[in-house]
């Protein structure tokens, strides 16, 4: 018995405070900070010092595991996640986790992660909307149109829940009563007008047996819950003109022969339905919308999507794009 006493007692040793520990905890909440800003480029000098300084604690592992997988670095991302979970049972990444394989297209073992973290934390609208992403790209469209049918009337003020509800409806229409029905509802240049274009455009124009009719639909993420105002400092140009007609949150990028891009492109590397970009106020992300050349953003190939923030170099395939997302951070 006093045996056991001493090795409990040992065990809960506190971990003597230094100011290293102190020092890497501030820097991994900074991190965390530009992380959700989406500013890649300064968390990369956070992600560094605390992967030299303090790389094994969970805390810090979760975060340089979040940024890998911002980064879109599956692999590094996969491994702080792995040692996380090894270290502490308490701090969750399931979210991220199922991000990883769903990035890989392995969406049966995602759901299953997904399953798990709502059998803990019931509430999680993340995991709910990830789960419902799960279910579109790999096709399964009737169980999606359940359960999100179910999340918007459970959840009305959650707006990612009810632009996704309309996407599976389009996704099960099958008669003109349907889509009168889905025609009448989405608002003009929407991200529910936009996916409904795809579904009602002849979708093996755009599509072929490289690129499905999922890879053009845009599942709006949870973080776009607030998806309200678009950012009115947001700009795009090329060789120093501003394109500046924008009268929405949402700008299509693609190749000249398709009418319905805001902005079009010449030459056969542009897909007709190339990229997309989501503005909204404190979110810019790019889509690509499974593009056979790949959309860059100063110089890496973008991985399903991506945020933009600050001055970013969009490549798309002979042309370049300079996007600013805040023009007053410029002045």
Partial sequence: M????????????????????????????KLIKELNKGNLHDAEGFANYLEHRMPSHPHILKALGKYYLMKGDLDKAEENFTQLFA???????????????????????????????IQLIPDDMEAYSLLGECYLRS?????????????????TKIKTFSTNHFLFRCANASTDKDWKRLEKEASLRTLMRYNLEVFRNNPEVYCNDKVRLNDKLVYMDYVFNTFNKANPWFSISKSGVEYNDFQNNMVVIGRLSSPDNDISLTGLAVSRRHCIIL????????????????TFVDGKKVLQKQPLYGRCELKI???????????????
């Fill in 317 to 331: 395939g002979e042309h370049t794009l300079e996007v600013v997302t805040d023009k007053r951070k410029l002045l």
């Fill in 279 to 294: 503005n909204a106020l404190g979110q810019v992300w790019v889509y690509d919308l499974g593009s056979v050349t790949g």
């Fill in 139 to 155: 096709e399964r469209y009737d169980t999606g149109l359940e359960l999100l049918t179910l999340l918007k009337r459970k959840f």
């Fill in 87 to 117: 270290k502490s049972q308490i701090l969750s990444v399931h979210n991220d986790y199922a991000r990883i394989l769903m990035l890989r297209k392995e969406y049966s073992r995602a759901i299953g992660v997904l399953s798990d973290q």
């Fill in 2 to 29: 006093a045996e056991m006493l001493n090795r409990f007692k040992q065990r809960n040793i506190p971990e003597i405070i230094t100011y290293k520990v102190l020092e890497a905890g501030e820097t991994g909440r």
